[in-house]
């Protein structure tokens, strides 16, 4: 982060130096071997283990597109912030390191009113409590006033040389896996947007509705499982569900240059949400892997489900590269998550 | 980045995924050493040296703030974007080893409009023709539509163990210096806010303007004054020059816990800039270093002059952290420099 802890802005002050001093403050309670340096200088340095690689993404949320203020308590921005990053590092089989954080932020929301709390801190409240989970401190990042509040995460991750899980290792006869249920986030967000999600979530009127907002509200990153696969080489090919099945199936197929069959009647579906929703549904983060015909993989890794859903086939010349086989017989699976721009 | 290469999207195509592979084939051209996996996946992936350590950051370049659409030539806006990131590996002495680039953008700026190139394309000569210059491969990312243009940059460098220039080095008796000349960016800025700059950068009418123009729209990192100065153990503290002279010293004097006087007749001021813009004006980029008495620092380094300003002196409670000096006597220079949400 730019800027430093300073006598000359006390506590509780607003402007971009007391809040970074806040962010140092608490982000130092979370330090960890792998990070070197923190908050505080130009530059975060970390040191790696011998033999060891850094697996780095960075994930933008941006609000009305990402997040809706109006919909989503901070406490979830922020979880669902850092969460994005730790999946992708979940996705590569890493162990996570370290994160940045860079905050662009409108000045209301960056400062308290009265007795509230600023909303940047309850944002903070949820990454922290987030990042506390997974031992992964924050490491640095950069502050700015913005007329939109966007939230960039860097997630650093260690991986043995080599060992890390790639989207391009699925060969022909494997076996596609998927942890958890799908199409909860989808559903939750439904939910959000009929604006029933406002007042369950302050009120919290019913406990069941509050489980169906979960999976949209605090997404699970998968770090354990991907650990698990990585380390028994169980997987060939792993990516996480961050943009759909439909999509990152269609990713991953891609970079292995295979195509797939899923069987709709096989995918796990999250209580409340449609075929649909689990099939193109973005935002669940959960792994979608595959892995040898030969190799046993157990119905949950780390205390999560892992269902099998279906297998690689030969890529060929004009022939769809997702099928879905349900009772009625053998559809074309076309990507239809999220795009950008489209 | 997310997404990938897709016979499915025919060259020149509108959504995400077509802008994600033009980036990609972009890309690819530039990768070093030390990067394992580019875009494609979802992390790429990185192999330090033996003995050395990693310096990450990441810096916010935000539409209205950091730059204007109306004001600044995409080339520059990429240029600038980058160029940020680029500094501060520098100020820790740390060779650049790739970028990672989150772009949010509103759509008009991410397709092409009949002849004319994309904005974004343009972004991308820019920022990439400077990355070729510190042989930076961009190696992921993150993509998505948004009503703000927003660039977070995440750079990563490579530092030998233990050696990364801190700026909590500066011990009472150090000489400062500061590499180039100050407050050109302020000019700059404040010729392309006079309008005078749109016509300029259209028309080319006058070389001398463009010229005052430069430091504001095309700043050049010092990576390779920062590696000098690491390589000869000459600095004992150094930042980079994002916020202002009497910031960022303010800063360097804060984490090192020491007070700075600085000399005014000494301050290297760019041409068409005032002693104001040279000590408040931020984002000059230039390395501000301190350095023991007994070290021999030359008037030049890697074709960029370095000017003694002024020294390090015993922190005292109650005594202002830097003073001015100049012919009327002693005065307090005030952090003056940009603070967001002030």
Redesign the interface.
Known sequence: M?????E?IPDGG????A?LDRIRRRSARSASGGL??GI?????????K?GE????????S?A???FRLEWHPPESVGHRTLARGLS??A??G?RPV?A??????P?QL??ARGRRHAWVDRFLDGFLALADQYQTPL??????????A?A?I????A?P?GK?L???GARPGDVVYVTGALGGAAAGLELLQRRLGRTLSTARKSEKKQDLLAPSLWPQPRVRQGLWLRRRQAATA???L??GLSTDL??LC??SEVSAEIDAEAMPISAGATQDQALHGGEDYELLFTSRPNFSIPRGIAGVSVSRIGRIVKKRAGQPRIILRDASGRHTLS?AGW????
Chains 1, 2 share one sequence.
């Not at 607003?14 to 130096?17: C, D, N, S, T, V």
């Not at 860097?154 to 991750?157: A, I, P, R, T």
């Open positions: 730019r800027g430093k802890r300073s000359l607003h402007g971009e130096l809040l070197r340096l505080g200088d130009d530059c975060a340095i970390l040191r790696q011998p690689e850094l697996a780095v993404t960075t994930d933008l941006i009305g597109r990402h992708d590092i996705a590569m890493a370290a940045l954080l860079s905050l662009g932020l000045k960056a400062v490491a640095g990042g950069d502050l700015a006033e913005s007329p939109q966007v960039d860097v997630l650093l991750g991986v040389r890390a790639l989207r391009s792993a990516i996480d961050s943009d269609d990713h891609s970079e990507r795009e950008h721009f489209s």
